[in-house]
């Protein structure tokens, strides 16, 4: 299991198949930057991966910049022939994505 640490943020991979998951808990916002891109691009290199899902059940808080950051991952899959699905979201992340009209253009489950 792969560990990330961001300023409130915790992110965790705990395997990698096909569809691998990243798990986000607590505040998902700017200052998680960093550590979800390193969470994120080793996966982006890995021809195993068809599907990398974003599990936000357990984010407590989300900003417009992790809005941004997740319209960012999702460009990057893209062009590594991937696909970004956004799982399980908290209410405040179902909240922000219905702001932003994000059922539009992400995969929501």
Request: aromatic share 8%; net charge neutral.
């Amino acid at each position: 299991m792969n560990k990330f640490s961001g300023k409130n943020l915790n992110i965790s991979i705990p395997s990698i198949s096909t569809t691998t998951t990243i798990y986000l808990k607590g505040c998902f916002s700017f200052k998680a930057l960093r550590e979800l891109e390193s969470a994120y691009q080793s996966l982006l290199n890995n021809p195993m991966i068809k599907i990398i899902s974003i599990n936000l059940a357990e984010v407590e808080h989300m900003d417009s910049s992790a809005l941004g950051m997740l319209l960012e991952l999702r460009n990057q899959t893209q062009a590594a022939n991937m696909s970004l699905l956004l799982s399980s979201p908290s209410e405040i992340s179902m909240q922000m994505f219905n702001v932003a009209c994000f059922a539009k253009i992400f995969t929501i489950e």
